[in-house]
RNA sequence: GGUCCCAUCGUCUAAUGGUUAGGACAUCACCCUUUCACGGUGGUAAUAUGGGUUCGAAUCCCGUUGGGAUCACCA
């Protein structure tokens, strides 16, 4: 039997880390298995849909790569995917539930149900109803009396079913809600629509939170009152925001959009998500999706919730940005170059930042300077491991700007050469030279890169500029 | 509150009865060096707790503590 997944995301407008993950494991468990991904919109709350949600899934889903194999836009055998569009086949299987024994007719309002339950005293809602005979019930909702369908909970004992990540789960029965399956708009509840779904479209392997372990049994009821097989079930533990929260979009917690954004490579969000509660069992770290459809196994999914750490993540894209070719590195740049002065040296830039960004983000800081030369203070010219300070400065700054002048050859290594050869001239340490350079430049404490990388960034003209700056602050 | 789930360095995790409890991020120190990075070397740092079982427990069992989830006409 060919291994089928499924993403049933609902479309609230936000990719969240947690949402991504949960696909990310669907897709490597069908994709390992050589298996189909699908992906289904579950949108049978009308209040909360968003519009463009599902533009955003699509797009976050193609920028990683996961692409699927059955779905709203490139249908399938299954269809339709959209579970708005599937309500006439949730209201035929929920008449048939209450045939077959599964379910009632309801025709209480929502505030009597309400007032019923007491969740102090622990008393879950009795539903009148279920006493009302079916052929009453059917009168009632030929005559267009509203009405809901509610799950028939009437088994004793305990409910048992095995989880591929947490094992053998039991639960009693009477812990179990009728709850609503049919709603009275017509729209199914999550509760029916995704067994009726992952039914329908032959899901094999079930991948969702961990929040769903104790309603599974109420799942399972219904795959056995319709007499289907229930699918395995891989219920994964929460992402965190720390030991106590979860990732949230009410927290403004970054989301898959925000992060790349900022400047982190898609390649390396995926690769840092499903190290988050998944490991290869190895020392290595630095994993591509195709390398993850290789390795990826059920069995090394982890129990416990795992905290995000936006650090580590970080460090990761490090990796993904050092491995670019600086071609490729050049051109993610260089969005951020806009509006540099026309004499800088874009290329020779991306080079000095490249090994010194970890995110893409990180640009702007770096390069501010170079827009702008800040108004410093001649303290920066202090450095003791330079052995350098603003008197120094004013003493080899007249003879910095005669060589930069007469300087033909602009490239680094030429440069650097004619510094050094100052500083020996002048009797005084390399770096007595090059340090008040580079702050002369830059104005900056720290830069991507020394004096001389500054100096070809930065153009002849504009470095001469800025040391004529220099030499009149002195 | 009932029920279910979880518990190894600050963080992500490895070790499926026998390891000096391993790795990675972060952190600290040193080296490299034209500032800062990159790179290299080394250090600090963990089995929540109490009982059992066993020659031997991070690992198995029970209790405690702590945390999370669930108990919607949301998913």
């Excluded at 920028?63 to 579970?83: A, H, L, R």
């Excluded at 993610?332 to 930042?353: H, I, K, T």
């Excluded at 030369?373 to 400065?393: E, G, Q």
């Excluded at 702050?439 to 004096?451: D, Q, W, Y």
Aim: proline fraction near 5%; hydrophobic fraction near 35%; charge should be negative.
């Amino acid at each position: 039997m060919k291994v089928r997944t499924r993403f049933a995301p609902s479309p609230t407008g936000y990719m969240h880390i947690g949402n991504l993950r949960t696909a990310l494991y669907e897709y490597l468990i069908a994709k390992a298995a050589g298996g189909d991904f699908i992906l289904r919109i579950e949108d049978t709350d009308q209040k909360r849909y968003v519009e463009g949600a599902t533009e955003i899934i699509y797009n976050t889903l193609k920028t990683v790569g996961m692409n699927w194999d059955e779905g709203p836009d490139i249908g399938g055998n299954f269809g339709p995917y959209v579970q708005s569009e599937r309500k006439p086949i949730y209201a035929e299987y929920a008449h048939k539930l209450v045939e077959l024994g599964g379910a009632h007719y309801c025709f209480c309002s929502k505030s009597e149900a309400d007032e019923e339950k007491n969740e102090e005293l622990n008393i879950k809602f009795k539903d009148p109803c279920k006493l009302i005979p079916l052929e009453e019930a059917k009168k009632r909702v030929a005559a267009g009396e509203p009405y809901v369908i509610r799950q028939n909970i009437n088994k004793k004992g305990k409910s048992k079913y095995h989880d591929e990540v947490y094992g053998d789960i039991e639960i009693d029965y009477d812990e179990l809600d009728e709850g609503v399956l049919l709603k009275s708009d017509g729209f199914p509840t999550y509760n029916f629509a995704n067994v009726v779904d992952d039914h329908l479209m032959e899901i094999t392997h079930v991948v969702r939170g961990n929040e769903y372990i104790s309603s599974t049994p109420k799942y399972n009821l219904i795959y056995e009152d319709f007499g289907w097989e229930h699918p395995h079930y891989v219920h994964v533990p929460p992402v965190m925001k720390d030991a106590q929260h979860k990732l949230s979009k009410r927290n403004g917690d970054a989301s898959f959009q925000d992060l790349v954004a900022k400047g982190y490579l898609p390649e390396a969000i995926i690769n840092y998500i499903a190290l988050l509660g998944w490991n290869p069992g190895t020392e290595e770290e630095i994993f591509s999706l195709d390398d993850l459809k290789k390795i990826f196994t059920v069995e090394r999914l982890n129990r416990s919730p795992a905290i995000f750490d936006i650090t580590k993540l970080t460090w990761m894209n490090g990796c993904y940005i050092r491995a670019l070719s600086p071609e490729k590195f050049h051109k993610l740049a260089s969005p951020y170059y806009q509006g540099m002065p026309l004499g800088v040296d874009q290329e020779a830039l991306s080079r000095a930042l490249h090994p010194r960004v970890e995110t893409l983000g990180q640009i702007a800081e770096q390069t501010d300077f170079i827009r702008q030369l800040p108004d410093y203070s001649l303290d920066l010219y202090t450095n003791k491991k330079m052995k350098t300070d603003a008197n120094i400065a004013k003493e080899v700054m007249p003879a910095i700007k005669e060589i930069l002048s007469a300087q033909q050859d602009w490239s680094n290594d030429a440069l650097f050469e004619s510094l050094k050869a100052l500083a020996e001239k002048l009797g005084v340490k390399n770096g007595q030279v090059l340090y008040p350079a580079r702050i002369a430049l830059s104005g900056k404490e720290t830069t991507p890169g020394g004096a001389t990388e500054l100096a070809v960034i930065l153009g002849k003209e504009e470095s001469l500029r800025r040391i004529d700056a220099a030499l009149a602050k002195l």
